[in-house]
């Protein structure tokens, strides 16, 4: 019985250790991503809505969104509703961002970069890579991710 309780104990600390690491972590600093230099083979906590124009070798989950209004639009609407990404614009006119979101329930961080590529003056694609910083799998998190924010980003542009 002793024996037990300790394994409780010893299992309850462990885990309360890694939830505070998961939400402490800052956001990732250093080189941008490259969507051009991911790797084939998605692991099953991430998901990428990527075209093969963008993305030359990923395996892309779901295929890039693409919008009727410009590049520095899409920005725009994506700032407003993620007031905490960081945002940059490239020499060939794509539109980096990136952030952090947290899950609702466990507190997890996840990091999602987004590519912005002008298609022309009035239309732009989206790509997004969503991925969890910790864990096997994200049960669909970062997908679900995904599919939200192109809809929201839909949402945005009709109002």
């Given at each position: 019985?002793?024996?037990?309780?300790?394994?409780?104990?010893?299992?309850?600390?462990?885990?309360?250790?890694?939830?505070?690491?998961?939400?402490?972590?800052?956001?990732?600093?250093?080189?941008?991503?490259?969507?051009?230099?991911?790797?084939?083979?998605?692991?099953?906590?991430?998901?990428?809505?990527?075209?093969?124009?963008?993305c030359l070798a990923?395996?892309?989950?779901?295929?890039?969104?693409?919008?009727?209004?410009?590049?520095?639009?899409?920005?725009?609407?994506?700032?407003?509703?993620?007031?905490?990404?960081?945002?940059?614009?490239?020499?060939?006119g794509d539109i980096?961002?990136?952030?952090?979101?947290t899950t609702a329930?466990?507190?997890?961080?996840?990091?999602?970069?987004?590519?912005?590529?002008?298609?022309?003056?009035?239309?732009?694609?989206?790509?997004?890579?969503?991925?969890?910083?910790?864990?096997?799998?994200?049960?669909?998190?970062?997908?679900?991710?995904?599919?939200?924010?192109?809809?929201?980003?839909?949402?945005?542009?009709?109002?």
């Amino acid at each position: 019985m002793l024996n037990m309780s300790l394994k409780t104990v010893a299992l309850c600390c462990a885990s309360s250790l890694l939830l505070m690491a998961c939400a402490t972590t800052p956001a990732p600093a250093g080189d941008w991503l490259s969507f051009a230099t991911l790797e084939p083979g998605l692991p099953t906590n991430r998901a990428l809505a990527c075209d093969p124009d963008i993305c030359l070798a990923a395996d892309a989950s779901r295929p890039t969104a693409t919008y009727d209004v410009s590049a520095k639009a899409v920005a725009a609407a994506l700032l407003k509703l993620e007031p905490s990404a960081d945002f940059r614009t490239e020499a060939n006119g794509d539109i980096r961002a990136r952030y952090v979101d947290t899950t609702a329930i466990l507190r997890f961080r996840d990091d999602v970069d987004v590519l912005i590529r002008p298609v022309t003056d009035t239309s732009a694609k989206v790509a997004i890579y969503s991925r969890s910083r910790v864990g096997l799998s994200d049960l669909g998190k970062n997908g679900a991710r995904i599919e939200a924010l192109e809809k929201d980003l839909v949402t945005e542009f009709a109002g």
